[in-house]
């Protein structure tokens, strides 16, 4: 079989990653599509992202240019991707979907973060397979679009076009050796390790950088008022929360003898005192593995803005406080998918006590000023139905269920992938 990887942005290589790898290990050939032309800070895919997979055949895939013809000169098989639908949709490739299927090219979808909930019922007609981490997800995907899914009418049978594998993203933890990340980041053996991951900034209305953000108090507040935002004032004007809760998690780590570490992208446009108060200051530049499961193989706490790390902590046993932020940009999905996955009520994806707590800024900040590493441990009961919920699995082979899936819908097993004809 010849099985081939949609890489859009460097971020979908930390959610197939894993499959590309297993792909490999049973044989089969595998053709990366990389789009060169990424624009997005820390996102284009190069080379050295890539030094994992010396076997593997390389095509470019650029925006609005004809993907099929790359395909069949690579006699591709299967395509994946995450959210394959939504990324051939966004890149111009919606046209080409019919003929890329007519060619005998099946497409899967995989899950990043669990964003599938958001995608549209209609790319079931055309995906066919749509890969979930949980049972829990996959429901209330079905749930959420209900009408949608109704609308897809008898001929399209939900269940035979979805599976539930688990995260093919903590399946990177197998590849971890936690001495050799203590070693590459300094840190001293038996040393408990707080990792910060910091706040994106910028996101659609600017609230963050506009309550937190480094410019003068009074042009922040100028530019609330412009945009109509007088509800921020109270929050500019009370003085950074951000500055305070980072002072809180410095003096928290430094009465612990923890290393503190902050974890980084390009686009978070950080402020300064980060840096200053870290031992260590990283941003995400490796990808298999990728860092932050690096950093949660020697965590013994996560501190995070409800941030999809809860799910890598949670599956390499590490507890985290989830610090609730505006997520705004984020109310247009519908109430139960932005309460459930988004927002923070009990039981729900960011506030699960026993294996992670939800807090705002504010009661963050006061409850690390009295707090120890010892407040924060991890209850096996609570992990085990996190777990259950939003992870699906505890024993990080979806990369395999992945691949077996695939196999079947292809008809292939074992090692099919030989090099196509040239000239």
Known sequence: ????????????????????????????????????????????????????????????????????????????????????????????????????????????????????????????????????????????????????????GPTVDVHARSAVVGSTMSDQLRLVDADAVRRRFGVAPGKPVVVFMSLKMVVPGRSRE????????????????LRRRADLLPEIFRGNAYRDLVDAVHEFCRKSGAALIVKSREKNEDPSFLRRIADGFICDDAVYPYTSIELMSIASLCIHFQSGAVLEAAAAKVPSLSVRVSQEHLRSFSSETFDDVYGAHEGSLQNFPGIVWSLDSEAATERLRTASLADFKVDADARRRYVEKFLGFDDLQASVRVLERIEKSVGASGARGVAPPRG
């Open 210 to 225: 506009l309550m937190w953000g480094s410019r003068p108090r009074g042009i922040r507040a100028f530019e609330a008022l």
């Open 1 to 152: 079989m010849t099985l081939g990887f949609l890489l859009l942005r460097k971020g979908a290589i930390k959610v197939v990653g894993s499959i590309i790898q297993a792909a490999l290990d049973r044989g089969h050939r595998v053709v990366l599509a990389v789009n060169p032309d990424e624009k997005k800070p820390g996102e284009q895919v190069r080379e050295d992202d890539l030094k994992g997979w010396p076997k593997a055949a390389r095509v470019t895939y650029r925006r609005g240019t004809p993907l099929l013809p790359e395909l069949k000169r690579e006699h591709v098989e299967g395509l994946v991707a995450p959210s394959i639908h939504y990324l051939l949709t966004v890149t111009g490739h919606e046209p080409e979907i019919d003929p890329i299927r007519q060619s005998g090219v099946k497409l899967f979808s995989v899950d990043y973060v669990f964003e599938t909930v958001t995608s549209e019922p209609r790319s079931y007609r055309v995906t066919d397979v749509t890969f979930y981490t949980s049972e829990y997800q996959r429901e209330l995907h079905w749930r959420v679009f209900r009408e949608g899914f109704a609308a897809l």
